[in-house]
């Protein structure tokens, strides 16, 4: 296994962070059973938190010792701006996703990333965008029956007034 002989920008906040989750998961698995006994139901869970919590420690006291890679910048080389962008659209989706409902919010999520990932035109990314999402909504929504959130748009009777006019054509 290669071992790194330098630390880059931001490894010690992720390995810090990721300590923290693994503290915070080996919580919440304590909280399942609080250790009663080997055989029950949170064994498993603290045994696999625990695991995570003593990886994270050497894995940052590991991480502390090592000097910084020279001329390796975080924002050019480990968090460039496109990614930045990226999961802000993400979050944009995540918090627009309840209020405004799927079909919107993913409309414009998806349009806004392909717009700006894949630069072909706006055209050709309403073409993909509505294309995905027709694939998607036709997968989940109609096919394995998953509630997406409604919003704005009264997916329920649209859905009636298609199925209505299906029915009365065919």
Not at 59 to 68: A, E
Not at 74 to 101: D, K, T
Not at 133 to 155: A, H, M, N, Q, S
């Amino acid at each position: 296994m290669h071992q790194s002989t330098r630390r880059r920008p931001g490894e010690r906040l992720f390995g810090l962070l990721v300590l923290i989750a693994s503290l915070w998961l080996f919580w919440q698995a304590y909280s399942i059973a609080q250790f009663s006994s080997l055989s029950s139901s949170g064994a498993l869970p603290l045994a696999a938190t625990a695991i995570m919590v003593v990886s994270a420690c050497l894995v940052l006291s590991h991480t502390m010792r090592l000097p910084l890679t020279p001329n390796v910048r975080f924002v050019r080389h480990v968090f460039p701006p496109i990614v930045g962008i990226v999961v802000a659209l993400i979050f944009m989706f995540a918090i627009m996703l309840e209020p405004v409902g799927f079909l919107l919010s993913a409309t414009v999520f998806l349009f806004l990333s392909m717009t700006f990932l894949h630069r072909k035109g706006w055209v050709v990314s309403l073409v993909m965008t509505w294309a995905s999402l027709v694939l998607v909504y036709c997968v989940f929504r109609l096919i394995f029956k998953v509630i997406l959130p409604e919003g704005i748009i009264p997916e329920r009777e649209l859905m009636a007034a298609v199925s209505h006019w299906f029915n009365a054509f065919f």
